[in-house]
């Protein structure tokens, strides 16, 4: 009798911890699939930096913050024409080394790529401080050239345009404000350039057709002639 109960206490005891190893495991498993998931959705895969979901989650949380906010959006210049002499391959390299730049020389900095040749930076300051560091970065990525297959240097560039919040409470609104500014400052060719007032922008409205960078790459319609589509 005594062996029986010890051997069903023992049996129970069996099950118990693996019904709780189970549990367990499930749940680590489940807190492994939902990082993963997280991840895929808010990290940029080519650069490990945030995506625009990812910089819209943790930009909404620096939004509510009672401190000064610039932002600063950033393009690369002659992006296009890299790709087309070099190939696709080295324009990523391209991305991925800015990042790395970025990591390394500021970490401290919120640096995210939002699609293709775009950045975003954010700091908790005012316009001119925020330009201060805007040029800081420009000079940065500048300064650390591209190191090709074949040994050749290519020297990268940004323009970025910043805008501060205290001309909008309204999260895209203001990065659309940084990205007229950084428009501004690629069609000018003055590098970085805060935002102008006169654009008088109070909604995010579709963006030019074609940027300052591609009209370089596209020649002017024939007078008389409609563009083409």
Known sequence: MSN????????????????IICRLTGSRLRRRLMARLWHAVHVDALTGLPNRAGALEELGRWHTDH??????????????????????EIGDRALQHIALVLRTHLPDTFAARIH????????HALLTDALAHAWHIRHLVSAHPL???????????????VAERGLTTDLRLLMHHADLAMHDAKTSGSGCAPYNPQHRATAVTPRPALRARERRHHPAPAPGRPPMS
């Open 4 to 19: 029986t109960l010890t051997t069903l206490t023992l049996v129970t005891l069996a099950v118990g911890t693996a019904l």
């Open 147 to 161: 190191r090709l297959p074949d040994g050749e240097l290519v020297e990268l560039r940004m323009s970025i345009g």
């Open 67 to 88: 401190r000064p906010l610039s932002l600063g959006f950033a393009d690369l210049d002659q992006f296009k024409a890299l790709n087309d002499t070099h190939g696709h």
């Open 116 to 123: 293709g040749d775009e950045f975003v930076f954010a700091w």
